[in-house]
């Protein structure tokens, strides 16, 4: 595993503003983390609004705890970075709030 990766899922008419004070704090709390950029529309698997975080491997003990109980209520995906997205996305998937159907078929060859 060479990082982690946390997409914050949002509605953009709905809970963005939700999804800003999360990043906010994402960012002044945990400065080691990429927080990457807003995704209004449909990107790669992910079948609503986002933006992801990425932290490495010695930050997982540290940030996920305070994701789940600092989330605001939104959907988060949890997956590990292996070289293998399909897996990373499925298989060694975690999910704090509700399952989103993923688009796995854009990893498939």
Same mark, same amino acid.
């Given at each position: 595993?060479?990082? +982690?990766?946390?997409?914050? +899922?949002?509605?953009? *008419? ?18 080691? *983390? ?14 609503? #609004?986002? +933006? ?16 789940? $109980? =600092? ?13 293998? =997205?399909? #897996? ?13 159907? $993923? ?7």
């Amino acid at each position: 595993i060479t990082e +982690y990766h946390a997409h914050i +899922y949002y509605d953009p *008419a709905t809970s963005r503003g939700r999804a800003e004070r999360v990043r906010e704090a994402v960012a002044a709390q945990f400065p080691q *983390a990429r927080v990457g950029r807003w995704h209004d529309e449909l990107v790669g698997p992910h079948p609503q #609004s986002m +933006y992801q975080v990425a932290f490495p491997s010695g930050m997982l003990a540290q940030f996920v705890p305070w994701l789940m $109980l =600092n989330r605001d209520g939104l959907t988060v995906l949890l997956h590990p970075e292996t070289g293998d =997205n399909l #897996s990373d996305h499925s298989t060694h998937a975690a999910w704090f709030g509700a399952v989103l159907p $993923l688009r796995l078929d854009v990893f498939r060859k």
